[in-house]
């Protein structure tokens, strides 16, 4: 859990010049009981958080008071440590850290998603966690969608009506109304995000944070590493919703796609993305620092990629049957003044840098 460790170094960097007695086993236990559970292995298999709210600060702080006498620290050291903890433990992170406790449980147990993590992300997004939205917006397409690539579980509705009304199903008829009620649960957690008007505030990608930050300051938006390496799961979610959800206005989620798609450049730079980056681009600098970026990733824009190919098999021509040219067509940039061009090419740079050593 890489946010409950930053959040444990922290603490314990100030606790340890209070006493250096202090280790960060003693932290975990102490941040367990502020939050409410009597140990940290109880905190860990809790997916449902306790989080605490301003009117339950004091008996939080009391409760970690305890556990630091518990452990054989004096009074003295048990009001620091309440003090620290709650000063950083506020509500953003609390939610940070109720999310990473969600992931791991869906690394562990992948093939079928409990109700209590669909029950926990619920709550998240009642409190306009955008993260949790996130999270739950790829992990309920990736399920629905499995499911509807699956044509056995066409007759999913039917054969869980039938099995309402009564009637006894085989094995197979089973696992196909069993699968329908399974799935539903996702369906109908997307229509409630769908409905929200925050539906499309969703995190920015952390590692486009220096382009927002010089291109789009007005943006209010938080950032998040989560999905960070994996941006293709966020553009798959969008497009997904795009084909599926028409009651959806065309520009909803514009602006979400176009920022995990320079997330996915950041990654995995092709001429295709970085033109079509380029495309949304809002000025002239902005245009130029991701033909700059792709540059320095062997990617140019701004050169043809065509080859032949045989129109009827798609195999590279051999002079043998219709002939059909395919490939990625050169794009033009507008022109820019050469201290603009410099700029770009110290921020593609830096990006690129960063990149690599990440």
């Known amino acids: 859990m890489k946010k409950l460790k930053?959040?444990?170094?922290?603490?314990?960097?100030?606790?340890?010049?209070?006493?250096?007695?202090?280790?960060?086993?003693?932290?975990?236990?102490?941040?367990?009981?502020?939050?409410?559970?009597?140990?940290?292995?109880a905190y860990q298999s809790d997916l449902s958080f306790n989080k605490i709210t301003p009117d339950e600060v004091e008996n939080a702080q009391a409760q970690c008071f305890d556990r630091s006498l518990a452990l054989g620290f004096d009074a003295a050291d048990g009001l620091t440590s309440c003090k620290i903890?709650?000063?950083?433990?506020?509500?953003?992170?609390?939610?940070?850290?109720?999310?990473?406790?969600l992931i791991q449980e869906l690394e562990n147990s992948p093939e079928v998603i409990s109700k209590d993590v669909l029950?926990?992300?619920s709550s998240l997004i009642g409190d306009n966690c955008a993260e949790a939205r996130l999270l739950t917006l790829v992990m309920c397409l990736g399920e629905i969608s499995f499911y509807e690539d699956n044509p056995d579980?066409?007759?999913?509705?039917?054969?869980?009506?039938?099995?309402?009304?009564g009637e006894k199903l085989n094995s197979f008829q089973l696992q196909v109304a069993e699968h329908f009620v399974y799935v539903k649960r996702f369906k109908d957690l997307l229509q409630?995000?769908?409905?929200?008007?925050?539906?499309?505030?969703l995190p920015i990608p952390m590692n486009i944070k220096?382009?927002?930050?010089?291109?789009?300051?007005?943006?209010?938006?938080?950032?998040?590493?989560?999905?960070?390496?994996?941006?293709v799961m966020i553009l798959d979610a969008i497009g997904y919703l795009s084909n599926h959800h028409k009651t959806l206005s065309e520009d909803a989620f514009k602006d979400v796609y176009v920022d995990w798609l320079g997330s996915e450049i950041i990654v995995n730079p092709c001429n295709y993305s970085i033109a079509e980056r380029i495309y949304h681009s809002r000025s002239v600098n902005e245009k130029w620092f991701w033909h700059l970026y792709g540059l320095n990733n062997?990617?140019?824009v701004t050169k043809?990629?065509?080859?032949?190919?045989n129109a009827n098999t798609g195999e590279d021509y051999d002079d043998y049957g219709p002939m059909e040219v395919v490939g990625f067509q050169m794009i033009s940039l507008p022109d820019i003044s050469e201290n603009d061009k410099s700029e770009m090419m110290k921020l593609a740079d830096t990006l690129s840098k960063e990149n690599v050593y990440a």
């Open 85 to 101: 903890i709650s000063n950083v433990l506020q509500q953003p992170l609390q939610n940070t850290l109720q999310i990473e406790k």
């Open 298 to 300: 062997e990617v140019d």
């Open 210 to 231: 220096p382009i927002v930050s010089q291109f789009n300051e007005a943006c209010n938006r938080e950032y998040s590493d989560l999905f960070e390496d994996a941006p």
């Open 153 to 165: 579980n066409r007759g999913g509705e039917y054969w869980h009506g039938k099995r309402l009304s």
């Open 119 to 121: 029950a926990s992300l």
């Open 192 to 201: 409630n995000i769908l409905k929200d008007e925050h539906a499309a505030n």
């Open 304 to 309: 043809d990629d065509l080859r032949a190919i």
């Open 6 to 41: 930053n959040l444990v170094h922290t603490i314990y960097s100030e606790l340890k010049q209070s006493n250096p007695k202090f280790k960060k086993s003693h932290v975990y236990e102490l941040v367990s009981a502020y939050c409410g559970y009597g140990s940290y292995a």
